[in-house]
């Protein structure tokens, strides 16, 4: 059986990643057009052209010179110039940031093909299936062995974090060893949230102490949560596998009165909270497995939040003071969707399935979602991010794909020469290969797969550290039966 979704026949496990570094909404990573410096550049080079018959260089037709605005108009368009007004803050600040939104942009594109893998060590933990950039130099991740993590990138450390526990003891139902799926920070990096002990309750952690806040772990799902997103700095949704969302406020004030009530009980360190709403998605079929809900995308654009279920919808909410569906939408593949991430820029949504990545934007309907393959054969989409227009998929045969939204192609691999641009000709696409990462040499390794020293890593997630240009990616061998882990820093 593959690994991410233990069941429901899924191999992978979703991620969203927002973006980088920091999960808040993508607004402020749009690309910028360059400023139009066109016009008077036209009119110098014919002054220039007809003043060499009357000995004044740089003069008009006429024979006089232009005034200093045009002077300085046609100079501007130099690298030298646009940093000099940038050290002194000087009136054309606009262009100078258009100027460095495009070389951003540039670098956006370019990247890819200039990382560098370094390998991490994480010992003997099982499959890394979450993970987020707390700072410059940490990552917080989260295993199937129900460990979460903080990883120091340069130095290797790892410092575990205690999980939180819920209210009432653990029952003898609930399943082991479901481990650690979703991590996301607020957008002002004040609060984490992820799962706890019981991988049915929300966990929310106060950053950048990482002490506990409070805990989701009333009323809400009876399963184990895939899947979560900030709506805000204090409002968050929760996807479970049990098929529903649950809205949680996180109201200071509630949850200080909640901690002060309890101390006289037991003195948590923590507040025990119930979920605003809980929504359950439409059941298109009869088996229970389908209705899982594995990936979660916010529009900051549209205040709207985008869901995938293993049965192959797209599902739009309006997260307010309840969560309102606003419409359902039949996915061209249905089978084993399981991350999703959002673009406020493109206004797309991208889904990745099997080996194929469908994009969608809800306000045009059904008939306008796009599709392109996106994996060689046998491999899996795992995990996707949205970074400006491109796409950074991670696969089940440990390797990643860049694909460019605007030119609706993958970045084709420019590492080895010029490649081929005459007529009809496709470059090769630009895939990183991931490393090895350590496997467990155990009697099932021996027993079902031969003892062979040949295997792949899933990558079930990764994020970016865009101030830095780096790249964090993590996961583990697919098949659950194995027990292993990868990670390593793209620079």
């Not at 082991?176 to 049915?200: D, F, Q, R, W, Y």
């Not at 184990?224 to 479970?240: E, H, L």
């Not at 002060?260 to 497995?289: F, G, M, Q, T, W």
């Not at 996915?331 to 991350?339: I, R, S």
């Amino acid at each position: 059986m593959a690994d991410g979704s233990d069941t429901g026949g899924c191999p992978c496990h979703h991620r969203r990643h927002t973006a980088p570094a920091a999960t808040g909404p993508p607004s402020t990573l749009a690309p910028q057009q360059t400023g139009n410096n066109k016009g008077t550049a036209p009119e110098l080079e014919a002054a220039a052209g007809s003043s060499s018959s009357k000995g004044l260089a740089g003069a008009d037709g006429d024979g006089r010179l232009p005034d200093r605005r045009q002077r300085r108009s046609a100079t501007c368009r130099s690298l030298v110039h646009y940093l000099k007004d940038r050290e002194k803050g000087g009136p054309w600040r606009a262009g100078v940031r258009d100027f460095e939104n495009e070389l951003f942009s540039q670098a956006v594109r370019s990247l890819p093909g200039v990382l560098k893998e370094r390998q991490l060590n994480l010992g003997t933990l099982n499959k890394v299936f979450a993970s987020q950039w707390l700072n410059s130099r940490q990552v917080v991740c989260g295993t199937k062995c129900n460990v979460l993590f903080v990883l120091d990138v340069y130095s290797g450390q790892i410092t575990r974090l205690p999980l939180i526990r819920d209210m009432v003891p653990r029952m003898a139902g609930i399943q082991l060893g479901c481990g650690v799926h979703a991590i996301e920070l607020n957008p002002s990096k004040t609060l984490m949230a992820t799962g706890g002990e019981n991988p049915n309750s929300l966990a929310i952690y106060h950053l950048p102490s990482l002490e506990p806040m409070c805990l989701g772990d009333r009323r809400g799902h009876r399963d184990w949560i895939f899947a979560i997103a900030w709506m805000s700095d204090t409002v968050v949704v929760s996807g479970s596998r049990d098929g529903t969302l649950a809205l949680w406020w996180l109201d200071p004030d509630d949850v200080n009165d909640s901690i002060e009530s309890d101390n006289a009980v037991r003195s948590p360190l923590y507040a025990h909270i119930n979920p605003k709403d809980l929504e359950a998605i439409p059941r298109a079929n009869s088996n229970p497995y389908n209705y899982q809900v594995r990936a979660l995308a916010f529009s900051n654009k549209n205040q709207e939040l985008g869901s995938v279920s293993l049965d192959g919808y797209f599902h739009l909410w309006k997260p307010e003071n309840h969560l309102s569906r606003m419409l359902s939408i039949r996915l061209p593949y249905f089978g084993e969707n399981v991350c999703l991430t959002y673009c406020d820029d493109c206004s797309l949504y991208a889904v990745g399935c099997q080996s194929h990545l469908s994009f969608l934007d809800p306000r045009q309907g059904q008939h306008n979602i796009r599709t392109t393959h996106s994996c060689e054969g046998g491999t899996c989409v795992c995990s996707v991010s949205f970074y400006q227009h491109i796409i950074t998929v991670g696969t089940s045969h440990g390797s990643l794909l860049f694909y460019d939204v605007r030119a609706q192609k993958f970045l084709e691999d420019r590492r080895g020469g010029i490649p081929d641009t005459s007529p009809g000709s496709a470059g090769k696409k630009l895939k990183l290969i991931c490393g090895r990462g350590w496997l467990r040499h155990d009697e099932i390794l021996a027993h079902y797969f031969g003892g062979t020293d040949e295997w792949s890593n899933a990558l079930y997630t990764h994020c970016y550290n865009w101030p830095e240009m780096k790249l964090f990616t993590a996961g583990g061998p697919l098949f659950s039966a194995l027990h292993g882990n990868y990670a390593g820093l793209w620079s």
